[in-house]
């Protein structure tokens, strides 16, 4: 909206983010998703001296570089703490190679032999299968800090020591269905029955010690890769570890604040991460002091229940400072779109307040039913247990997708918004892209990735919806350049800066993407306009001038740069306008032409 309080503030909020360390892609997308309050308040977080790097070579780069990573060249970290002459823990290669190739999951234990001292404590890394019941946090990292390695499953000493006390101290989990009878700990949709379950050491999933490295054994890196999304999804918690975040505390800061550091941080700018952060049915986010988890113990009145989660160690804004409030909803909002907790959650971002609860009739019910009250009905939870089964393996069809009872439109905005989101992501591999893609839409990433070349992957999911954005049309990204087939000119490589529309819509058909304005989704803009224009010989970035003879309106139109097409000026035979006519004479139009 324009505004002119904005225009007047924006150059020195602009000069302070960059100074304070800020990437200038980062920049520039806060300022889309931002009004000028929460702008000028995220602009004095100083993100300096985080992390070794700096965002200088960003601005000659379609995406934020500082964290991409050369594998070639990457050194494993120590804590803070270690000198660094720690020696380091592997898991046993063989059994997670032969875990995977069956077809399973392996997951990690931290075991200490009682007998050792506290202070030097002897450990033992063990490796299991995962089963049905079993209950397990999945790590999420960015590569850039060090966690990753390359060149063996392994972590040093300090770094597993590190991890096993984060995780023995992780907040509980809300979503699992689990409770505790005594010292009886029962989750039911697992079947998981441990008694004294804080005296068995914690189990996790982390990409570098249960993703076998090297070329040896390629196959089965890939069939792992490939199950990352029922690994994710299937997780009682995904704990996050982020430099940043790991040198922030929670509890002397503002909820605003942290918050923001989330929203924000690195972890957020990784493609790999956004599939890891959305699959997680809860994310933990590991800070300096605690580990917390926004979407389940924070809600837009602050805590969401008071009698858990050190609700009264944290800072909220004051009472009556009605704007502070306004900045942290909508950081907390920037927080949950991105992690899409709306496609998953039965937890509500602003469930009502206990007295609204009460104006509701909700007194006749104990503190148990203001807690029932959180869930707006089941909007959609991903699987947990069913996770694991073996999804069907019959092509691209419906046996293909992780959920089977999403809507249409549902699909739509699952596409849309993967694709928005991805288009601000950086990373260090893009060949990836895909296998994150097929995760983050439901299909089976294995079935994906055995289709030879990028283009006919994002083909193959493309056309398994049935319903799809005409602003694919406008996308000004890497497309296919088929020398054989003039219809897949429109099929983009990968997500692009072009942000996608929920409308207009078209059809998907056998044959056609049909622009039909019946489509059931409602909108005024959901009509876009189609002109066959025959034996057109228009190149690309061509503006005109098309006249109604009917009206006597003109309007200019302008094609988007499509490049291939000027490749083949006579395939070019019918004109898609993004807006329907009669337009306001003069305005400009963007089209597309096709042949
Ligand atoms: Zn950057
Ligand atoms: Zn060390």
Same mark, same amino acid.
């Given at each position: ?40 308040? /995220? ?29 070639? !060249? ?117 079947? !998981? ?106 809600? %837009? ?173 406008? !996308? ?12 897949? %000119? ?32 409602? %909108? ?21 001038? /098309? ?8 309007? !200019? ?39």
């Amino acid at each position: 909206m324009a505004h002119t309080e904005t225009e007047a503030q924006q150059p020195d909020v602009e000069t302070n983010f960059l100074r304070l360390g800020w990437c200038p892609h980062q920049i520039r997308r806060l300022q889309e998703l931002h009004t000028p309050k929460a702008l000028s308040y /995220l602009s004095s977080l100083d993100r300096r001296n985080y992390r070794p790097n700096n965002h200088n070579a960003c601005l000659e780069a379609p995406r934020c570089v500082a964290n991409n990573v050369n594998l070639k !060249n990457y050194d494993t970290a120590h804590t803070p703490s270690c000198a660094g002459s720690c020696p380091p823990f592997a898991v046993d290669y063989s059994t997670i190679v032969s875990i995977i190739r069956e077809g399973g999951v392996p997951l990690i234990s931290i075991n200490v032999d009682a007998s050792s001292s506290p202070e030097n404590p002897v450990i033992e890394l063990r490796v299991t299968p995962r089963t049905l019941s079993s209950r397990y946090t999945a790590l999420s990292h960015v590569w850039f800090d060090g966690l990753g390695n390359p060149a063996a499953n392994a972590l040093p000493a300090c770094q597993i020591h590190s991890i096993c006390s984060k995780l023995v101290s992780q907040p509980g989990d809300f979503e699992s269905g689990v409770v505790r009878i005594g010292a009886l700990q029962a989750d039911w949709p697992r079947q !998981n029955f441990v008694m004294h379950a804080e005296r068995q050491p914690p189990l996790f999933w982390m990409d570098t010690l249960c993703i076998p490295v090297g070329d040896a054994e390629r196959d089965v890196r890939l069939m792992a890769i490939n199950q990352m999304a029922s690994i994710y999804a299937a997780a009682v918690q995904v704990l996050v570890l982020d430099a940043e975040l790991l040198q922030c505390e929670v509890n002397t800061s503002t909820a605003t604040e942290t918050l923001a550091r989330i929203a924000c941080s690195a972890w957020m700018t990784r493609s790999w991460t956004l599939q890891e952060g959305v699959l997680a049915r809860e994310c933990v986010f590991q800070f300096k002091d605690r580990a917390i988890d926004p979407v389940h113990e924070w809600c %837009h009145h602050g805590a969401r229940f008071r009698d858990r989660s050190n609700a009264s160690s944290v800072a909220w804004p004051d009472t009556k400072d009605d704007e502070s409030w306004i900045v942290y909803k909508e950081i907390y909002d920037h927080f949950w779109d991105t992690l899409h907790q709306d496609w998953k959650s039965k937890f509500r971002r602003d469930p009502p307040t206990p007295q609204e609860f009460k104006a509701g009739g909700g007194a006749k019910f104990s503190i148990g039913s203001f807690r029932g009250s959180q869930a707006v009905g089941k909007v959609h939870t991903l699987p947990a247990a069913q996770g694991l089964t073996r999804r069907g393996k019959s092509g691209l069809d419906k046996k293909d997708h992780f959920t089977l009872d999403f809507g249409e439109e549902r699909r739509l905005k699952q596409l849309v918004d993967t694709w928005n989101e991805l288009a601000h992501r950086s990373t260090t591999m893009p060949e990836d892209l895909h296998v994150i893609i097929a995760n983050l839409l439901d299909f089976n990433a294995d079935k994906i990735m055995e289709i030879p070349t990028r283009e006919e992957r994002m083909r193959a999911m493309l056309l398994s919806f049935k319903l799809l954005p005409v602003s694919l049309f406008w !996308n000004n990204g890497p497309r296919w350049i088929d020398e054989n087939n003039d219809c897949n %000119h429109w099929v983009p490589i990968e997500p692009s800066k072009s942000p996608l529309t929920m409308t207009p819509v078209m059809q998907v058909t056998a044959e056609w993407l049909k622009l039909d304005f019946d489509t059931g989704v409602e %909108h005024a803009a959901s009509k876009a306009q189609v002109i066959l224009v025959r034996g057109a010989h228009v190149a690309g970035q061509t503006s005109f001038l /098309l006249l109604d003879s009917q009206t006597s309106a003109h309007y !200019n139109v302008t094609l988007m740069d499509y490049h291939m097409d000027s490749r083949t000026p006579d395939a070019a035979s019918f004109l898609i306008l993004e807006t329907p006519l009669p337009l306001a004479p003069n305005v400009t139009a963007r089209g597309a032409l096709f042949g």
